[in-house]
């Protein structure tokens, strides 16, 4: 194995039994996190936690192999404000990165996201990797009160945001006219730490957001797909590098996958059945050694960097798992 291979643990997703909903919990699960040599935590930029079923039909994942659940749908639950938690981690931990999985680009405009996350980046000592999106959760659009254009706008405005935060972070004076936003002088001082600026990612699975990561980001971001579909999409991505004139073996490459470690067949076969939701090809379920060679599996098609969210985080021992028997594995030696 090689020591390249990073680990980041996902903090929060709008999935129930996936998200750390109180911040003392989720100081607990970042530090031993953070003893296990987990590389980075991240939270996604959500509002609203949302049924196995809902996550089937609005994350548009239904004709994959996701299965919906039968039964009533669970209420909301409790769910942190992405930026404000991160904020607070970045003074309750020492090393870990803190990563956005994704922020939906909506919901600020750039230019004052570009100061947020410079701030962040700031006060953290430079250990921001900002991820972006166009957004795709209707139903909290809807609730907030926020806009939801047409996907078609909403790449595109995905695409200008990356251009104004650049602007904000590496001009003395910014200045930026374009279709959906301008900037006269918006001036980011102090600026971030990292330079030119913190890692961009872009996560999505569409051509058009792909080529957006090609064009202007550090790295892309797929959920839930297996070994085999990232060995398929590696030439549109080459290609879609070559086109913005840059090395493709530039553009890192994550996944997000559920991660649950077992030597329980039964409790194998509960996890499946409670996140059914997910893809097959997303879950890595299994005994330590089954999951280290599902691992390894990514790593042979150029997957460096692992976002895992694990199943019921605080009282599970999977954390625990992972830390002692699965990391060690990919560390240098």
């Known amino acids: 194995m090689t020591s390249d291979t990073r680990f980041g643990l996902i903090l929060a997703l709008t999935v129930n039994g996936l998200a750390v909903s109180a911040y003392p919990d989720m100081v607990a699960v970042s530090q031993k996190a953070e003893r296990y040599a987990f590389d980075s935590v991240w939270l996604c930029d959500h509002f609203l936690t949302i049924s196995p079923d809902d996550y089937v039909k609005d994350a548009g994942i239904a004709g994959e192999s996701g299965k919906a659940q039968s039964g009533p749908p669970p209420t909301s639950l409790p769910l942190l404000e992405c930026w404000t938690a991160l904020s607070a981690l970045a003074r309750d931990t020492t090393r870990l990165r803190l990563g956005t999985s994704v922020l939906c680009n909506s919901y600020r405009h750039p230019s004052v996201l570009a100061k947020m996350a410079a701030t962040l980046d700031v006060i953290s000592g430079g250990r921001l990797d900002l991820g972006m999106g166009a957004g795709w959760f209707q139903r909290e659009f809807d609730a907030y009160g926020i806009p939801f254009p047409p996907v078609r706008e909403r790449v595109s405005a995905l695409a200008e945001a990356l251009e104004v935060m650049k602007a904000v972070w590496t001009q003395p004076n910014p200045s930026f006219a374009g279709e959906f936003y301008s900037l006269n002088g918006a001036v980011c001082d102090p600026p971030p730490v990292q330079r030119p600026h913190p890692p961009l990612w872009i996560g999505g699975e569409g051509d058009r957001v792909q080529r957006i990561a090609a064009r202007a980001a550090q790295g892309l971001n797929v959920r839930w797909w297996s070994p085999q579909q990232v060995t398929r999409r590696r030439d549109f991505l080459d290609r879609a590098c070559e086109s913005a004139g840059r090395d493709p073996a530039t553009l890192r490459m994550s996944v997000t996958v559920l991660l649950a470690p077992t030597d329980s067949a039964e409790e194998e076969a509960r996890i499946r059945t409670e996140f059914a ?51 060690p594995r990919f560390a240098a030696g």
């Open 277 to 327: 939701s997910i893809p097959e090809s997303g879950l890595i379920i299994g005994s330590p050694e089954r999951c280290i060679e599902r691992i390894g599996e990514y790593r042979s098609c150029g997957i460096d960097q692992f976002l895992v969210t694990i199943p019921h985080v605080v009282e599970s021992q999977y954390l625990d798992i992972v830390g002692s028997d699965i990391i």
